[in-house]
């Protein structure tokens, strides 16, 4: 896979898929509570090093498990809570998060990726954001989907390159980890 080269500055905008990419997924389950959560290797660094680079960074992150009544949105505010703390303390920060509730199927908000809603959001809330000056860094495809949906840059993050080989036209570059992919920057 050959790989667009990027120059990025304060006027790019990182999104973030947040399981898988920012930290540890739990196969078959959900993140619920904060003793679940755990950064992937690095991830904290490459925040802080994407903070220095980009001009904003958002979490764009399906969480249906708050629709299969798994966890609450309370739940969920508290490891992202967790999170932001965790961050803060190396010098990192995300600018905002947005999740969606919705089920996998359920279209009513248009807010689960591969739908652009959250995208929309973070718009209208940072009305500088460019999404052609904008990098979406997933695990899977839906957000590469959600990606190419709005011209944006896509990385796939997988220790496996079987899957990115597959979906060629859908991921820009793919890397290990969001550590090895900003450490390239």
Same mark, same amino acid.
């Given at each position: 896979?050959? &790989?667009?080269?990027l120059?990025?500055?304060k &006027?790019?905008?990182?999104f973030?898929?947040?399981d898988g990419?920012?930290?540890v997924k739990?196969?078959g389950d959900?993140?619920k509570?904060?003793?679940?959560?755990?950064f992937?290797?690095n991830?904290?660094?490459a925040?802080a090093?994407a903070?220095?680079?980009?001009g904003?960074i958002?979490v764009?992150?399906n969480q249906?498990?708050? +629709?299969?009544?798994?966890?609450t949105?309370?739940?969920?505010?508290?490891?992202?809570?967790?999170?932001q703390?965790q961050?803060? %303390?190396?010098? +990192?920060?995300i600018?905002?998060?947005?999740?969606?509730?919705a089920?996998?199927?359920d279209?009513?908000? *248009?807010?689960?990726k591969?739908?652009?809603?959250?995208?929309?959001? +973070?718009k209208n809330?940072?009305?500088?954001?460019?999404? &052609?000056k904008?990098?979406m860094?997933g695990?899977s495809? &839906?957000d590469?989907?959600?990606?190419?949906k709005?011209?944006?840059?896509?990385?796939?993050?997988?220790e496996?390159?079987?899957?990115?080989? %597959? *979906?060629?036209?859908?991921?820009?570059t =793919? =890397? +290990?980890?969001?550590?090895n992919f900003?450490q390239?920057?």
């Amino acid at each position: 896979m050959i &790989s667009k080269p990027l120059i990025i500055d304060k &006027s790019w905008t990182l999104f973030l898929d947040r399981d898988g990419v920012i930290n540890v997924k739990l196969e078959g389950d959900y993140v619920k509570k904060i003793e679940e959560f755990k950064f992937t290797e690095n991830a904290v660094k490459a925040i802080a090093k994407a903070k220095q680079l980009f001009g904003k960074i958002v979490v764009v992150t399906n969480q249906q498990g708050i +629709a299969k009544g798994l966890y609450t949105e309370e739940d969920l505010n508290k490891v992202h809570d967790f999170m932001q703390t965790q961050l803060a %303390k190396e010098n +990192a920060r995300i600018d905002k998060i947005y999740f969606c509730p919705a089920l996998n199927g359920d279209n009513r908000y *248009n807010c689960r990726k591969p739908d652009i809603g959250m995208a929309l959001q +973070a718009k209208n809330d940072f009305p500088e954001i460019d999404f &052609s000056k904008s990098v979406m860094v997933g695990d899977s495809m &839906s957000d590469m989907e959600f990606g190419r949906k709005l011209g944006m840059y896509t990385v796939f993050i997988a220790e496996d390159s079987l899957k990115a080989n %597959k *979906n060629k036209d859908l991921i820009d570059t =793919h =890397h +290990a980890s969001l550590f090895n992919f900003i450490q390239t920057l």
